[in-house]
């Protein structure tokens, strides 16, 4: 059984969290609240990585950041480039 506050893509009228814009509109348009959930964990699924997914998490990253909240990341694919960030 997973934890309730989990979302999963198909949950599609849950409302959770509030969420932070991912910085696309088309993206957010897809997501439930607008934007990646807040105080929860996202997950990518990609071929495989260094394809510019780091793109889809810089908005969201760094409004965290202003907020003063600690952002971590739990073992990337690959070493995180500090450029990237």
Not at 29 to 37: I, K, M, N, V
Request: hydrophobic share 50%; proline share 11%; glycine share 12%.
């Amino acid at each position: 059984t997973l934890h309730p506050a989990l979302w999963l893509g198909h949950q599609l009228g849950w409302t959770g969290p509030s969420a932070v814009s991912s910085g696309f509109a088309a993206l957010d348009a897809e997501l439930p609240g607008g934007g990646w959930p807040k105080r929860a964990l996202s997950e990518l699924l990609l071929p495989h990585p260094g394809v510019g997914e780091i793109r889809l998490l810089a908005a969201p990253l760094a409004a965290t950041q202003r907020e003063g909240r600690l952002v971590m990341a739990f073992d990337p694919p690959a070493a995180l480039s500090a450029e990237a960030l």
